[in-house]
């Protein structure tokens, strides 16, 4: 069983968790060309790496981010998303 | 007993033949490069050397052949996908396979048994409707079967009358079928390099130098080798072989796992599959039980297993056929697939003028093992791409022209 800790409800077995993938930073529609709208709904980080993404615990509806290596599959850490927008 | 074996195996009237010669040494240059030795990169390089007669061929494969996604597959082949586009091409593939070991002198093994995918909702059974008729127009073998219909192709299927997972009808596929996946890859190693290809083992691309919008050479663990022309077939690496050309290619890459029981008499004699347990199953000649589902739920680059996932495949195949509750499972893996947004592959041109692409073939590509090594190789012998492979260029992401088979490949590959 692999466990993730989610910052409200603490380390659960990641069964409980659904991925909606990595973070994107999301284009301004005023500014963005056709061929960088098509990137950002297309292209998802895949890079062999540590990636950022966004998680939800299933039973409480509650979202949050976590940083996980794509190779080795380890999480790193996991944060509530109001530090994404600290971090940025 | 032993000497006369002894003598046979020293006889000079049986001499020992392998099917493919030892990896020779790199030379510096070759006219066309592919990238990956799995069944599509062996496929198109027998296809450059028979049909072309372009034998300046060189197959890199960082391992062995075969091994990366075309010796894991479940081997599905068939057609019946949503899009015209689609099942244009997959049908040529399903024709290839249907003379497949003439062609390669080679016994593939193609049993076209049929494939019965299940229904257990409305929604499901209308949108079988309309991949029915879609089939049917394009000139497939596809239709719809009501519940006598599903009894009848598959005995002992558990019907669950009344319960929640009631199975309402079926998509009867008469095209579908399987092969065996080594011996496709080797049938086609084996032609090719009696043709004069060369195929590298343990020869890894690290790195393309680019010059302008050309790839003048790729740079591998054995030396440097210049090209004329470059392919890339890496399965689950395409997205990081691409990157290493400068090309981000809209893929992710999840792990997809499968299983197989210890042997059983001969009783399922068609391939069947649930959308919604996310389950199929075929029997191998062998009797094994394959069992296979639908991809991890998130993304890794990585080939373990978990239980998880094993636990939900077995569920899925008691639930269809509860006599297998006390079978043992003799063996099970995984392989990194490499998803596109919408479920059908990258094939064609690339922003470098002599690369091309044979990627993006996530859960359902080897099913496509002849037909993309045949039009590849056209592709590259004519420098332009055929129209039956058109609708797959990378540039549809851009001009929002999208072939959505997401619901024809989710459970069924
Ligand atoms: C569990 C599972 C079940 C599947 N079931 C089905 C099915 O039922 N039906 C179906 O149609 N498809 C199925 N698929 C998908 C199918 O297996 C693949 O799409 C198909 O085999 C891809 O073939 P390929 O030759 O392109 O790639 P691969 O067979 O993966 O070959 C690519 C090769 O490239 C090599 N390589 C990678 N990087 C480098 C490098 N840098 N340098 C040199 N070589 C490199 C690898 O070692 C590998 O041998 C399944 C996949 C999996 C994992």
Redesign the pocket.
Known sequence: MKLLTCPMNGPRNIDEFQCFGPVRARPDPNATADRDWSRHLFRAENRKGIVVEWWRHVPSNYFFLAERDLVSNEIIRTFDAPQLRDRA | MPLRLLKYGLSRDYPVSGDIPATPELKPAYDVVI???????LSCAHHLAKYHGIRSVAV????YL?????A??????RSNYITPEGIAFYKEGVELFERLSQELDFNVMFSQRGQLTLAHTEATMRSFHLRAEMGKHMGTRTEVVDQKGVEELCPLINMDYGGPLEILGGLWHADGGTARHDAVAWGYAAQASRRGVEIHQR???QGFEVVGDRVQAVTTNRGRVACGQVLI?????NYD?ALMAGIELPIRCYP???MVTQPLKPWLHTLVSSVSLHTYLVQSSRGEVVI?GGSDPYQLYSTRSTLDMKEHLAEGAVHLFPFLQGVRLLRQW??I?DMTPDYSPILGASPLANLWL?CG?????????PVAGKRMAQTIAEGRVPDILKPFALERFETFRLLNEMGATAAS?
Request: no cysteine; hydrophobic share 30%.
């Open positions: 990238i990956g030795g799995g069944g599509h990169g890199l494969e960082k391992g075969a091994g990366g996604n075309t894991r597959n479940t081997t599905t082949i020869t890894e691309v077939a890496t399965g689950g690496m072989v997809l796992q499968a296979g995984a392989g697939t044979d073939w996530g859960t359902w590509g080897f099913k496509a093992t590959h």
